[in-house]
């Protein structure tokens, strides 16, 4: 059935002559968990809205599965949403909120009654029925909303930033929870957030909005690995980057001089000639760092000396800053190490100021842009 | 603490000031004689009021008829109204904000003359149907008024929700935002009833021979000087308000719960 | 999308009743005040400014001076009596008692309140009775601009202290501290702190007393005498016993005006001073 996929053809926005949406296009497949990621301002907040049905588009159109919906009032979509305060009804209970839109569409009591109780189920608060929204915490409201948005079985869930207002090792739980909800209804889920650690761990497919505008859409792993830009890279986890100008070419690789680092090998994920400007990103976790000189090493490797400017010591990783080369200007060079590294052979204590090797995979840098 | 004792002998003077003259009447009102000068304790003047004083009694049904139809019509337009002008556009807007704020600040007096003047130029016979309608549309502003305050704390995604979940414009007025907003409409409603059961200066120009609420008795009463009643009735009105006060905060208290 | 006709059908019963009964009323009031009076009573539909000629009249100055002169006497005593009631309220450990103590009496029926007063004041009113009883002379008390001016304040008061103690509720009594901690003695820190930023409520109260004030008529009915006749009496007048309509039409038109440049002033003032609306 591809009824609950979306389609988002050119639609654009503006507010008080500022633009919020501009030419906006793409398609969200029916069933996928897709999220919406980005700053403040960027924009989803305003298209998850546009979705819903709460805000009129200047231009363009959107389609659920076959239908034009651009123009329906939100009753009349078969789109349900989260909101971020939950938007319980406080003059009715627990069940009344749930049974509520049930009741707009005159289901006899028996059978309202029957899917409730099922629902109520399913988001485990069956003995708080009768309770009002008040007497209960952010994660159980949480969960009345999602059984008061599903039992009209839609064929889109809209979420937005449903996890904002708990804290951290609740949303956790939560997002693991909307997972597993995900897995058991299997309709279309459109998540937005500005926390990326969150996107990354339970979307099928991402897309990052800026200024209003999509970045990217890709898988988690595709947007970690391969972003745009540096703006995606920057913005999803943290990263290096590394400008030069190439100066050879040599099958799959290249080599780049840069100002900091010297000659540096890299794989070519796009083309490139002798004489470009490159931008390479490349993440903490596959800079390896060590004290002594590493014994298994090969032609694809960078290696380089530096010396621990910082470190950052976050329990079960540490995060050390290093300055490479003839420290021309601040250039700090972050790397991961894992504590499990102290099990090795030559595990080995790191300290400031200590001079180390910086190393990497040429295979693990990602050519960012070609400027 | 000389600012602090300052405002207290003001405050206390002030309590003086605000109580002294209702005591008065409430000792009069037990005055066995017609003037000031204690006669005894006496019921007789409760007596007269309640076994002989037919036309007060039928005013004071005719003010608590019209200020609970008053009351109700001016409750159900203005809290729509409110409704309209806290989360609707409309051509008319604008207009409707002035005209509902200017006559919360008119003196009641220029009211009352241009309903008496608009009345009779449309040779509208004065009587309870012209009072209850000036009762009605002096209420509306208030009544506009404290739900609008209500509606500035109100959290709009409720409704928004019940749009979502498939509500129709009238579903989500009935099943959410009426029930929600049921503290201010109550409050509008108790404003209303009070400021039509004493008004005096806008039903004094717009009221009929033979239709009289209880205020417009109490002044012709006073006019020729039928005192010692008035001190009873007095006493009775302020009893039953208080009462009345109390009672509704019990109420209000029950319905937070 | 919300369906904005629905804004047209809630606020079309209340847009249709002020126009009618409010908006129409007020318009008719002015139009009749350039109508030329009828011979028993009413109007002729022939344009005329007779209306409009009591400036000639020095009673009717008379009565104009009296109405501001007691306005304005009687907004000033009550706003001064309030500021410091409602600060002593607004800073108590009792303040929802002590504002009920207030209230309550307000709740009273206004003519109950007035005629109270005429117990006290009158000629065989209690204070009178007081002085015969100490073998003073009787005094008059009532039937002048003091038992107006006095009756008013007391009717006026409650109208002045809420909304001073809702401005003075919101004020940061920490500031006076800064300002004494700064340098400044007590009076100072009143002077240049505390009333400047309750300004608002000030303005508020005074325009909730001196407004009703100026189009006062049961009060100098009931308790005033030939020296204080205010503007109401005379409209009153005008309209049942000398039956000149356009007269009343066009008195009551002035006081509206009036009234209304004082609104659009004072919430001007406000605006300017504060940044808010009114």
């Not at chain 1, 897309?207 to 209003?212: E, F, I, P, S």
């Amino acid at each position: 059935m591809k009824q609950g996929n979306i389609k988002i053809n050119s639609i654009s926005k503006s507010f008080d002559g500022v633009e919020v949406l501009k030419n906006i296009s793409f398609e969200i497949k029916d069933g996928e968990f897709f999220s919406i990621l980005g700053g403040s301002g960027c924009g989803k907040t305003t298209l998850l809205r546009m979705i819903a049905g709460f805000i009129e588009a200047d231009g363009g159109a959107i389609y659920l599965g076959k239908d034009d919906i651009t123009c329906l009032s939100p009753d009349k979509r078969d789109v349900n949403t989260i909101f971020q305060t939950y938007a319980l009804f406080p003059h009715l209970t627990i069940y009344e909120n749930i049974a509520f839109p049930l009741r707009l569409k005159k289901l006899n009591n028996i059978e309202i009654d029957r899917e409730v109780k099922k629902y109520l189920e399913m988001v485990k608060l069956s003995e708080h029925a009768n309770k009002y929204s008040s007497q209960l915490s952010g994660g159980q409201k949480q969960r009345v909303a999602i059984a008061r948005a599903l039992i009209n079985k839609p064929k889109v869930l809209l979420l937005d930033e449903p996890l904002s207002a708990l804290d951290a090792k609740l949303r956790q739980h939560m997002l693991i929870e909307l997972d597993n909800i995900h897995e058991e209804v299997g309709i279309t889920f459109v998540f937005v957030t500005h926390d990326q650690q969150e996107a990354l761990s339970v979307s099928d497919r991402i897309a990052v909005m800026k200024d209003g505008e999509v970045l990217q859409i890709g898988t988690p792993s595709e947007i970690y690995e391969s972003p745009a830009n540096a703006y995606v890279a920057n913005f999803i986890g943290e990263t290096n980057f590394i400008e030069g100008k190439v100066v050879d070419i040599e099958g799959k690789f290249g080599y780049l001089e840069s100002s900091n680092y010297g000659r540096i090998k890299f794989e070519l994920d796009k083309e490139v000639v002798v004489g470009n400007f490159v931008k390479l990103t490349i993440r903490p976790e596959k800079v390896k760092i060590s004290k002594s000189k590493p014994r298994y090493l090969d032609d694809n490797d960078n290696i380089l000396n530096g010396k621990i400017e910082e470190m950052i010591y976050s329990g079960f990783q540490s995060k050390f800053f290093v300055t490479v080369g003839n420290n021309v200007g601040d250039k700090l060079f972050s790397a991961f190490k894992q504590h499990v590294d102290f099990f090795e052979e030559d595990a080995e204590s790191i300290h400031w100021k200590d001079e180390v090797y910086v190393i990497w995979d040429s295979a693990d840098s990602f050519l960012l842009e070609v400027m | 603490m000389n600012k602090k004792k300052f405002s207290l002998n003001i405050f206390i003077l002030t309590l003086i000031f605000l109580y002294l003259p209702l005591v008065v009447l409430i000792v009069q009102s037990f005055n066995s004689g017609m003037g000031v000068a204690w006669d005894g304790f006496s019921l007789k003047w409760y007596d007269e009021l309640f076994n002989h004083s037919a036309r007060l009694w039928q005013s004071f049904r005719y003010s608590i008829l019209i200020a609970l139809t008053s009351a109700i019509i001016s409750t159900a337009i203005g809290t729509l109204g409110a409704i309209s002008l806290q989360w609707y556009s409309f051509k008319h807007k604008k207009y409707l904000q002035v005209i509902s704020y200017l006559p919360l600040v008119l003196p009641d007096i220029i009211m009352g003359v241009s309903l008496l003047i608009l009345f009779t130029s449309i040779k509208f016979k004065l009587g309870l149907m012209t009072i209850f309608l000036a009762h009605t549309t002096f209420n509306i502003p208030f009544v506009l008024f404290i739900v609008l305050s209500r509606l500035y704390d109100f959290d709009y995604s409720i409704v928004e929700a019940a749009y979502d979940l498939g509500a129709t414009e009238k579903q989500a007025l009935t099943k959410v935002i009426l029930p929600n907003l049921m503290p201010g409409i109550i409050s509008g409603l108790l404003m209303s009833i009070t400021l039509s059961l004493d008004d005096f200066v806008i039903t004094f120009f717009v009221a009929g021979p033979g239709s009289s609420t209880l205020p417009l008795h109490i002044y012709s009463m006073i006019k020729f000087g039928v005192s010692p009643i008035i001190n009873a009735l007095s006493v009775i009105l302020i009893a039953g308000t208080i009462a009345l006060a109390m009672s509704t905060k019990k109420i209000q208290k029950y319905m937070v719960n | 999308m919300k369906n904005q006709r629905s804004g047209l059908v809630y606020s079309a019963p209340i847009t249709l009743w002020l126009t009618l009964l409010f908006v129409a009323p007020t318009l008719i009031v002015i139009v009749y005040s350039f109508l030329k009076k009828g011979i028993y009573g009413g109007v002729e539909w022939i344009f005329s400014v007779d209306g409009y000629n009591f400036f000639s009249s020095s009673y009717f100055l008379k009565v104009v001076w009296n109405t501001v002169e007691i306005s304005v006497i009687a907004t000033v005593i009550t706003v001064l009596i309030a500021i410091p009631t409602a600060l002593y309220i607004a800073t108590s450990k009792y303040k929802n008692f002590l504002l009920f103590l207030i209230i309550v009496p307000f709740w009273t029926n206004f003519l109950i309140r007035i005629y109270s007063w005429i117990a006290l004041l009158g000629n065989n009113g209690l204070l009178n009775n007081l002085l015969m009883k100490l073998g003073l002379e009787p005094h008059q008390f009532i039937y002048n601009k003091f038992a107006v001016i006095l009756v008013s304040v007391y009717a006026y008061l409650p109208y002045a202290i809420l909304p001073l103690y809702s401005a003075i509720e919101k004020f940061d009594f920490a500031i006076i501290d800064a300002a004494r901690d700064l340098g400044a003695s007590k009076m100072k820190a009143y002077t240049k702190t505390f009333l400047p930023n309750i300004k608002p409520g000030v303005v508020t109260a005074t325009l909730f007393t001196f407004i009703p004030a100026l189009g006062s008529y049961a009060i100098p009915k009931l308790v005033g005498g030939n020296d204080s006749q205010m503007l109401g009496n005379i409209i009153a007048r005008e309209l049942t016993i000398t039956r000149n309509w356009p007269k009343a039409a066009a008195i009551s038109t002035i006081l509206t005006i009036i009234t209304v440049i004082f609104i659009v002033v004072l919430s001007k003032y406000d605006k300017d001073h504060k940044g808010g609306k009114v």
